[in-house]
């Protein structure tokens, strides 16, 4: 499969970077010389420097072979105009990013500027950023939240204090006290730079980053296993007045929180205020003291930081948690800081580049309903509609034979979820949630396709 991916920023490079190291056959095109060049020197992909918008600069990435375009830039008129160019070729599938309200609406005009594209599937990595906050918001601790098959399932991880009450038992133990039916599976166990999809005899340790799937209704349940029950918070801080941090803000404001926000530029902050009745916002730098306490850190149960800089969502998110504020959020552009944010404490990482990923990977996985990656580890979760034909219909898990890094977590059957075992038997039309190594997902797709 050949990909093009234009645009090689924060999103793009780690969407190139992924397909490649799956043996994808990635072309990048980017304008900025020095990035493209960076580029070509860290990841094993050809890069073009060129704009996106030229079809002689398209066509020297191998246009004409592409299966796929990816219009990824921070310009959602050269995505678009990607788009065009990609189809006009017959590019069998398009993927764009758009940002703008106006382009993304539901009139007439944007809706028809969309069609002329061609485009298969639009993304908005604000949007989905902003939507993974308010899915932590609503599981305090939880590091990730997950929701798949309609949200009948959920995948929750979370890195395990030492009192939780999963802590130094074995996963035997654990289903043996959960008998006859479970409501939930530890999916994978992240110890260290190791990812484990664990087997019964993997006893849980102290500070595992365990990903448990469960059923929806169980949630609250695999909260208090993890050691995370809490209350949802009510009092909430937002840093940064960015597009993602506006969408948060305006879907709380609904839901009876208490939001603050705080934004720098004083006319943004004034037309945030204007706009977002019920919320009250600060002007001020969120890597200043005096502006923080003005927040009243005291009362604050929640603080998001989601500004476009590493450095002041970190610090302000370290500040907060000295300040006593139980649950941190973080959004982090450079990956390298994954690992200073557990040093200093702050609870959840959340960047932009996952949330793009999983839609491009979803195309790329071919009839996957559902794909989803995580900043810490290789593995996928997916989604899969068992249809008639497959090989596993009428067939038990144990008798597919699967590779050791696949697991096979959960099953919806007419809306209704049930944990998977051994002697669980597939049926068409189930969706089946898999936890899987990528060297390993085409396996999977053949078998459940």
């Avoid at 093009?4 to 190291?21: F, H, K, M, P, Q």
């Avoid at 977590?409 to 979820?417: H, M």
Wanted: proline residues 3%; aromatic residues 2%.
């Amino acid at each position: 499969m050949r990909v093009i991916v234009v645009g090689a920023g924060e999103v793009g490079s780690y969407v190139a970077d992924r397909l490649s190291r799956e043996g994808v056959d990635v072309y990048v095109v980017e304008t900025n010389a020095k990035r493209a060049a960076h580029l070509a020197e860290t990841a094993d992909l050809e890069v073009i420097t060129g704009s996106g918008t030229h079809p002689s600069t398209l066509a020297a990435a191998g246009l004409e072979e592409a299966d796929l375009l990816v219009a990824v830039t921070k310009s959602d008129e050269v995505n678009l105009i990607a788009s065009m160019i990609a189809k006009e070729a017959k590019v069998p599938r398009t993927i764009v990013r758009i940002e703008a309200p106006e382009l993304r609406g539901l009139d007439a005009h944007s809706a028809a500027l969309r069609r002329a594209s061609g485009a298969d599937l639009f993304i908005d990595p604000d949007e989905e950023t902003a939507q993974e906050v308010l899915s932590l918001i609503e599981m305090p601790g939880a590091s990730e939240v997950v929701k798949l098959a309609h949200g009948e399932v959920m995948a929750i991880g979370a890195r395990v204090p030492i009192d939780a009450p999963i802590v130094n038992k074995s996963l035997i133990e654990i289903g043996v006290e959960n008998e006859p039916e479970w409501d939930f599976i530890v999916s994978t166990i992240r110890r260290g730079d190791e990812t484990i999809i664990p087997r019964g005899d993997v006893t849980i340790e102290a500070n595992d980053l365990v990903r448990v799937v469960c059923k929806r209704s169980a949630r609250r349940k695999v909260a208090k296993l993890l050691g995370l029950a809490r209350d949802v918070p009510r009092e909430i801080l937002l840093l940064g007045g960015g597009r993602t941090s506006a969408l948060i803000a305006d879907k709380l404001r609904h839901t009876g929180a208490r939001v603050q926000l705080i934004e720098r530029d004083p006319e943004r902050a004034r037309k945030l205020a204007e706009r977002l009745d019920g919320v009250r916002v600060l002007n001020g730098d969120i890597t200043d003291s005096d502006v923080l306490d003005d927040a009243d850190l005291s009362r604050i149960e929640l603080v998001a930081a989601l500004t476009g800089e590493d450095d002041a969502n970190v610090l302000a998110s370290v500040y907060a948690k000295a300040a006593g504020v139980p649950e941190t959020i973080a959004v982090v552009h450079r990956l390298n800081f994954l690992s200073l944010l557990d040093q200093v404490g702050v609870d959840a990482a959340l960047s932009p580049r996952t949330a793009t990923a999983n839609g491009v990977l979803r195309f790329v996985r071919g009839d996957v309903a559902q794909v989803a990656t995580f900043l810490q580890g290789e593995v996928e979760m997916l989604e899969f509609e068992l249809h008639s034909g497959s090989t596993a219909e009428d067939q038990s898990i144990a008798d597919l034979h699967l590779p050791r890094d696949v697991l096979i977590t959960a099953i919806v059957r007419d809306g209704r979820a049930q944990i998977a075992r051994g002697r669980t038997v597939l049926r068409k039309g189930d969706h089946v949630i898999v936890v899987a190594e990528p060297g390993s997902v085409d396996t999977v797709a053949r078998v459940l396709g």
